[in-house]
């Protein structure tokens, strides 16, 4: 009788998160640990670079906290290379270092590589920066069409001002 209550108990507390990642398909992701500029920043990133496949949580988190993530999870890195955030592939969790975190470049080129490794559903680096690249000229050709228009914008308006006087 205990045992069937827990069970029941058990798998009334599972059904809601069981139901959020059923129906997620792929329209929503969380952000953790992120300032809300640095999110928008993040969306906006992989908004333009059309991945395939979304990840489902990307965490931001302190040097020691991503350390114990990739001991947990048994990161394994390449020999001569370093890590700055790495993508769990079963839960589709892309962690990022946030002592590492250097800018929106940075994190533009990084996110297209963890992107990779979820498009291609392989932990091979090879396979994560084939698609990796593809990811980075979408989001090259974005921010350069968004600076240009945005010169266009700036020269309008100028012309606006200076036809008024």
Do not use: C
């Given at each position: ?104 470049e940075w ?53 606006t001002v200076?036809?008024?006087?």
């Amino acid at each position: 009788m205990k045992l069937t209550f827990w069970l029941a108990m058990f798998f009334l507390a599972v059904a809601p998160a069981a139901e959020t990642q059923a129906f997620n398909n792929d329209t929503n992701y969380t952000v953790q640990g992120a300032t809300p500029e640095r999110e928008a920043m993040l969306r906006r990133q992989i908004q333009v670079m059309q991945p395939t496949v979304l990840p489902y949580r990307i965490h931001f988190v302190p040097h020691w906290q991503y350390v114990y993530a990739a001991k947990i999870y048994q990161l394994h890195v390449p020999t001569g290379m370093g890590s700055i955030m790495f993508t769990h592939l079963p839960s589709r969790s892309i962690f990022i270092d946030e002592a590492r975190y250097i800018g929106e470049e940075w994190l533009g080129h990084w996110i297209a590589h963890e992107l990779g490794h979820l498009a291609t559903n392989s932990v091979r680096e090879q396979d994560a920066e084939r698609i990796a690249r593809e990811y980075r000229l979408r989001w090259q050709a974005a921010a350069k069409k968004s600076r240009s228009s945005g010169i266009a914008n700036q020269l309008s308006s100028e012309e606006t001002v200076l036809g008024s006087h």
